[in-house]
């Protein structure tokens, strides 16, 4: 399997446990991920989460997708909840990285987490209704800031 191929696509990685994440992804050689990470591997790092070979079962890229959520097959997905109760710190790794379909994902999946009728007591709600107030002041994209205005204005 050549990751190196994969570098700055929309991607699908089914790991070795079978978990399916979508996402963008960039290219680590094994020299960077030792440098960085600890970590004689090369992988595909997508936002601020490592997928090492040795960890990925399957990898396709999606690029040549298109239907109501883009290159992506869902509003969010796995990596998106993963990054949710992970906490802040991950939240908001999404919320402010380049790719703004992943700013948007987030913010879809975090529309869920906040939801008082979802069932979930989400910890880090006050923390992440700034982070979204952030976001507003910040982002340059329109669909981005009407979405955090909105989540900021149905969960406040």
């Excluded at 960085?36 to 997708?65: A, K, P, T």
């Excluded at 883009?70 to 796995?78: A, N, Q, T, V």
Aim: glycine share 6%; aromatic share 12%.
């Amino acid at each position: 399997m050549n990751l190196k191929q994969f570098d700055g696509l929309c991607v699908r990685i089914i790991d070795i446990h079978g978990d399916i994440i979508d996402g963008i992804c960039s290219y680590n050689n094994a020299d960077y991920d030792e440098h960085e990470f600890g970590r004689y591997e090369e992988s595909l790092e997508i936002v601020s989460y490592l997928f090492y070979r040795s960890d990925i079962q399957s990898v396709e890229s999606l690029e040549n997708h298109t239907g109501p959520y883009g290159k992506f097959l869902d509003p969010y997905g796995k990596l998106e909840e993963m990054a949710a109760r992970d906490g802040i710190d991950s939240i908001t790794d999404f919320l402010f990285c380049d790719d703004n379909e992943h700013v948007m994902r987030m913010l879809n999946c975090l529309d869920r987490y906040l939801d008082p009728y979802f069932g979930y007591d989400f910890p880090c709600r006050a923390e992440t209704l700034d982070a979204l107030e952030e976001l507003c002041r910040t982002s340059d994209d329109n669909d981005i800031i009407d979405e955090a205005q909105r989540l900021i204005e149905l969960w406040k």
